[in-house]
């Protein structure tokens, strides 16, 4: 039981077995989180592997750190965003790994601190910045965008069906005064969507809130930036596994995957996507949309 159990990690299992790990191994977790793959990780290639953990949040590095204690001459960890693993690497004069991991999105700890603003669940300020040394928080873009932008970005990136209905009710709303709060925008929407089509398993603003937080931490780009990096610094034989979270994601993935593989640089290993089995959706639901999948440098 790690110091501070704050995420489970999902499908690390099979996102381990696939990164073929040994001791003595150089490691990459692009999303190290609070850890929970990392000493995973760590348990395979001590003592005498290395792992780089980089992750835009810093308060999620200092749990990382203090769960990694007992391994902290095998690991470095970094503040950055994934989009910059080529700065990362250069700067640690580090050429090429055995494998790199990302595991997308967010974590339950950074969904279950109330104060962060990503969910629906707790009323607190608009926030969603994984990085809270960033500008522009889902308040500055709820508040400041056009109806139009808002409603493309709910579509684009929540696939959200009342995109339309949602972005007029907010543009209304926040004539009178902004859209400060969590519980204030769960509202707008609530009041948008029809209520006979509220009642669906996901909560009705699930939509709304995953959208506006791949926007604010442009979530997409920062992936599309990684991915074309990662063949630099993977040794041949070294392995990239990539667990996402949403057909957006999974999507990005999937293709750079398979282009890469088209010119001979990846030999794909999961031809289809893995994913979790039915006992840890049971123990961890926020598993259930996970998708793991792994390519192999040529
Ligand atoms: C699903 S959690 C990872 C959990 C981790 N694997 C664990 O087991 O504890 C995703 C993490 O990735 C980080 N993250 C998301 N996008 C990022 C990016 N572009 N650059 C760096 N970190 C990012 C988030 O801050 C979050 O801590």
Redesign the pocket.
Same mark, same amino acid.
């Given at each position: 039981m790690m110091l501070n159990d704050w =995420?489970k990690?999902?499908m690390?299992v099979e996102a381990i077995d696939c990164l073929r790990l040994k001791p003595g191994l150089t490691v990459v @977790?692009?999303?190290? &989180?609070? %850890? &929970? =793959?990392?000493s995973k990780i760590l348990e395979a290639i001590a003592p005498s592997g290395r792992l780089i953990g980089?992750?835009?949040?810093a308060d999620?590095l200092a749990i990382?750190e203090e769960n990694l204690k007992r391994y902290k001459n095998n690991v470095t960890l970094v503040h950055? @965003?994934?989009?910059n693993i080529d700065k990362v690497l250069d700067s640690l004069n580090i050429g090429q790994v055995d494998g790199i991991l990302f595991?997308? &999105?967010?974590?339950s700890?950074?969904l279950d601190t109330k104060e962060r603003g990503f969910s629906f669940r707790y009323d607190a300020p608009l926030d969603m910045r994984?990085d809270k040394t960033s500008y522009i928080a889902a308040y500055d873009l709820v508040n400041n965008l056009t109806e139009k932008e808002i409603s493309d970005i709910l579509w684009s990136f929540g696939q959200e069906r009342w995109h339309k209905p949602i972005a007029k009710h907010l543009v209304r709303e926040r004539l009178g005064v902004p859209v400060s709060t969590t519980a204030q925008l769960r509202d707008i929407v609530l009041k948008a969507i029809p209520r006979k089509f509220g009642r669906s398993r996901i909560h009705p603003a699930t939509r709304t809130f995953q959208a506006l937080r791949i926007a604010v931490?442009r979530?997409l780009e %920062?992936?599309e930036e990684?991915l074309s990096k990662v063949p630099r610094f993977l040794k041949k034989g070294g392995v990239i596994s990539v667990i996402s979270f949403h057909s957006l994601e999974d999507r990005i993935v999937k293709h750079n995957f398979k282009d890469l593989g088209q010119e001979g640089i990846y030999q794909v290993i999961t031809k289809k996507p893995i994913t979790p089995e039915e006992g840890e959706v049971a123990d961890n639901p926020r598993a259930r949309s996970g998708k793991l999948r792994a390519a192999r440098r040529r």
């Open positions: =995420h990690p999902v690390c @977790d692009a999303t190290i &989180g609070t %850890a &929970g =793959h990392a980089i992750d835009r949040d999620s990382a950055s @965003d994934f989009r595991d997308l &999105g967010v974590s700890y950074q994984m931490n979530e %920062a992936l990684a």
